[in-house]
């Protein structure tokens, strides 16, 4: 029967390249160097040719059970050592793991297989699941009393589990460039990726999908490299330009527009873990100072297009490459400087660096060898402390040239393994040196002060087969929409075989080639017909046999992130502020600010519900690849949030000032035109021009809002308020200027329920304005205080319809009465109660609470501090549902 077995499996693999069907077959599958000794074996059984006596018992009896119950665990070919043990060669089974070696040649029942079989040791049974029949246990016995004899050749004694497996790993070899095929490519190969990839689809049976037309192009190139959607004149100048070469000068001139770094600094923001506060850190000021100096550093570097391993180097050591600032590349420290404080335990501190270098520029997991050695890949505790030791030897001096930076500490620190990964239980002495496995010379020690410098050239070694990888399989799945690699951190054996490793290899090699330019890699997936397919599915059979599209038969359609989904939002009303660089900016909240998303304030310790929402990558640990979900909150935003009906109500209030699109037909055609950048399709037309006249007959004019909340321009000496603006922010209970106190334009004009602070005396005085629900006879009841023993105190005011002064009082360092004599009022004037500034704002906080009689036909009576609250939300006019509703659509959600 052993004959059988070893008969089928060589005719399994002949046939068909693969065993199939049992279990023990699959432990071979993986690799022809590990099974070809038993199909040697097994032809030489059909041919009926003799073998050695006590080989002949281990093919026959033994080994036929290793790769039914074993190589699944402990086998180079599978990838797993579990306890480090690998059986599938002569050298791992004598080598032995974890636990030492399996077998005791001199007292055989007392080996280690033998206890393990028989399942002696309820802690260690194996097969786990089930144990062997008795006879089969037999025969293990007699091969080890034969003296374990063992034809099969491959491994190395001296080698542990790990690093026999690394040394086939994909990922751990240098990537080479693809060798084009001799066949005939198709007409659409433009590139070798292309040729790889249509080779790829000829051997699977797919046929690959044609091209996109050009108005999808320019759209899908504009929103992918610059995150905003074509202008009206970049696609007026593609739609003119007929020349052969239109397409590759249109994303020479996208690449060169200063948006590009906007887009791509947000995509290496979350790599980089980047926010603008560190977390929890007790008392001390939750603020980085100056963190938004990386973000601007990172957009100009992506603009230059810096090359990579310089980019790299500036983030990891620019004290060592610009000390002086001389150029501005102390701020890319940020990338080590930014991340979470954990309660400033500086053992985490470093372990943070640690990964966010490890997984963010190389793919690997060095964290996990933190207590431990590493589970899958060859990295021990003693490559994790020493990488421990270059950033213990590194301190942050703050300011100037740069609060970012760090430098070499000025007295060595020695680096120890941390037994278990307890600070406080030393092992051994470590030196400061580069991961063992990936250095040309395991035993060469940093010697350039802390070492940063040294680990950066290492990392971006030509030598090093993970950087370019891990860069590469970053930036197309930003383009492509997918990665090339499943696990887009984490390249180690644990780690899924890439979809076209071809492709990945011939990219990193080619990056490498071009100097590390990651506008030229940007640029060449670009212009590949494999970018340039459509994703509309119009093949049935190609989406049968590939429904995920892993081999890229097709394009595939993306799904913008928040912050391009913002800024396309922004970009369709005409709102968006294109200027670059500058301090982060508070924009979910309040009456928004119209600066591009790259530029919103993170907070690490607050991440905003909204964010969360949509999926914003958190800001507390380096995140290699968002998570795409639906979920109703993200529905509700895009119909509820008043952000979204603000931009709809700005649209449609710029169309009505311009005085264009006259009629419905102009309108709704300009409307399509701002948002999707199309004109809409007969289909389209009619069914908006049906939506605005449905709305139109049960709209109703919305009444004005109890209370409104603003300030403005008032005269003590006339009594007249000139000017009325809402706030444009309500945040924590505080209606106020559009960032945190005090506002760049308001300084500290603020109101809350109880009272608030006035601004300067120059169109800055603060106005509760309630509109006159009745007509009646009105009377103001209350009482005004000044909260502080110092400054010069305010002045209290109440104005009705703007002109007409009916009260005025000053309070300084104490408290005033607020009654006014009874006056007429119609129904929907204005009463403002108005606190002024008498010139100097300092101290000018204060309360005022007054109730509001109006008796008329009816008597109503309003509470100042009761009716306090946000802004409502208001009906939206016809224009302006049709408005959100186009805002809302997967159009816009979407990337063809």
């Avoid at 504009?222 to 007026?236: C, F, I, K, Q, Y």
């Avoid at 050239?457 to 990665?483: F, H, Q, Y």
Wanted: a negative charge.
């Amino acid at each position: 029967m052993a004959w059988m077995k070893n008969s089928m499996l060589m005719r399994n693999v002949i046939d068909n390249g693969r065993p199939a069907n049992n279990r023990w077959q699959c432990g071979l599958s993986a690799s022809w160097n590990v099974c070809i000794a038993c199909v040697c074996l097994a032809l030489t059984c059909c041919l009926g040719q003799s073998i050695r006596g006590d080989d002949t018992f281990f093919e026959n009896k033994i080994r036929p059970v290793l790769i039914e119950h074993c190589y699944e665990c402990h086998s180079l070919a599978e990838g797993e050592a579990s306890g480090e043990l690998l059986l599938d060669s002569a050298a791992g089974f004598r080598r032995g793991g974890s636990r030492g070696s399996p077998l005791n040649l001199d007292k055989p029942d007392e080996s280690l297989l033998m206890r393990v079989l028989t399942h002696a040791d309820d802690n260690l049974k194996m097969p786990p699941e089930e144990k062997l029949p008795e006879q089969v246990i037999e025969d293990f016995r007699v091969w080890l009393q034969q003296g374990a004899p063992d034809p099969r050749q491959g491994g190395s004694p001296s080698k542990s589990s790990k690093e026999l497996i690394a040394e086939s790993h994909w990922a751990y070899q240098s990537p080479q460039p693809y060798a084009m095929p001799t066949c005939d490519t198709s007409d659409r190969v433009s590139d070798r990726i292309d040729a790889a990839i249509e080779s790829t689809l000829k051997e699977k049976g797919l046929r690959a999908s044609g091209a996109a037309d050009r108005f999808t192009l320019i759209r899908r190139l504009s929103l992918d490299l610059l995150g905003v959607p074509p202008t009206a004149e970049l696609l007026n100048q593609f739609a003119d330009d007929t020349a052969p070469d239109a397409y590759r000068r249109m994303v020479d001139k996208i690449l060169a527009s200063p948006q590009f770094g906007a887009k791509w600094a947000r995509h290496w923001m979350d790599v980089s873990r980047y926010a603008d506060t560190k977390g929890y850190v007790f008392q001390e000021d939750r603020n980085y100072a100056a963190a938004y100096r990386y973000r601007d550093w990172l957009i100009r570097s992506m603009n230059e297009d810096m090359p990579y391993d310089d980019f790299v180097r500036y983030q990891l050591a620019a004290d060592h490459l610009d000390p002086q600032n001389v150029n501005g590349h102390l701020d890319a420290m940020g990338f080590l400087t930014l991340g979470r404080r954990f309660l400033n335990n500086i053992h985490d501190i470093i372990d943070d660096r640690i990964d966010v270098v490890g997984r963010g520029l190389m793919g690997l997991t060095v964290s996990c060898a933190r207590c431990h050695d590493h589970k899958y890949d060859p990295v021990s505790m003693g490559d994790y402390y020493s990488l421990y030791g270059i950033f213990l030897n590194s301190e942050e001096p703050g300011g100037e040239p740069s609060p970012l930076r760090l430098v070499d500490s000025s007295q060595e620190k020695q680096a120890f393994i941390f037994l278990r990964g307890a600070a406080h239980n030393h092992g051994d002495k470590v030196d400061r040196r580069f991961v063992r496995f990936l250095s040309a010379d395991p035993a060469a020690k940093f010697t350039k002060g802390s070492g940063r410098l040294d680990l950066a050239d290492e990392i971006v070694s030509p030598r090093n087969p993970l950087t370019a990888r891990v860069l590469v399989n970053r930036v197309w799945m930003r383009l492509i929409g997918k990665p090339l690699i499943d696990s887009p951190s984490d390249l180690g054996v644990r780690a899924p075989d890439p979809n076209l490793q071809v492709v990945l290899d011939e990219l990193s090699t080619g990056l490498i080639e071009k100097q590390w330019s990651v506008k030229q890699l940007v640029r060449r997936i670009v212009l590949s017909a494999t970018y340039q397919q459509t994703s509309l599915n119009r093949n049935p059979e190609s989406d049968q046999k590939d429904p995920e599209n892993r081999l890229l038969w097709r394009m595939n359609r993306k799904r913008l992130e928040f912050e391009g989904l913002r800024d396309h939002i922004l970009a369709s009303t005409g709102e968006i502020d294109l200027r670059v660089g500058g301090p982060s900016i508070t924009i979910h909240e309040g009456r928004y600010t119209t600066r591009r998303s790259v530029y919103a304030f993170i907070d690490r310790q607050n991440f905003p519900g909204v964010f969360r929402a949509f999926d914003v990558a958190s800001p507390d640990t380096h995140n290699p690849q968002r998570s795409l979900t639906t979920v109703p909150q993200q529905g509700l935003f895009l119909l509820n949030s008043d952000w979204i009906a603000n931009q709809a109500t700005r649209m449609v209030n710029q169309v009505e000032l311009s005085g264009q699109w006259r009629d419905e037909q102009q309108w709704v055609n300009g409307v399509f035109q701002s948002i999707y950048s199309r004109p809409p399709s007969e289909d389209e037309r009619q069914l908006a021009i049906d939506f605005l006249r449905e709305a139109r007959a049960a709209y109703s004019v919305p009444k004005l809002p109890a209370w409104q909340y603003g300030y403005g321009h008032y005269l003590p000496e006339t009594g007249v308020l000139s000017s009325f603006t809402e706030f444009p922010t309500f945040a924590d209970g505080l209606y106020r200027g559009r960032n945190a106190l005090p506002d760049a334009q308001l300084g500290w004009a603020s109101l809350n329920a109880e009272g608030g602070h006035t601004g300067n005396p120059d169109g800055y005085s603060v106005i509760r304005r309630c509109n006159a629900p009745t007509s009646g006879r009105l009377q103001i009841i209350g009482q005004g205080e000044h909260l502080s023993d110092q400054g010069d105190g305010v002045l209290l005011a109440v104005v009705v319809n703007g002109k007409d002064r009916i009260a005025q009082w000053g309070v300084r360092n104490g408290k005033v009465e607020t009654k006014t004599e009874p006056i007429d009022i119609p129904a929907n004037a204005s009463i403002d109660l108005v606190a002024h500034c008498k010139g100097n704002t300092s101290h000018d906080s204060f309360k005022w609470k007054a109730v509001l009689r109006i008796t008329g036909t009816s008597r109503e009576t309003l509470a100042s501090n009761k009716a306090f609250g946000p802004p409502p939300l208001r009906d939206l006019k016809p224009e302006e549902q049709l408005v959100q509703a186009l805002l809302a659509s997967n159009e816009v959600a979407f990337v063809d």
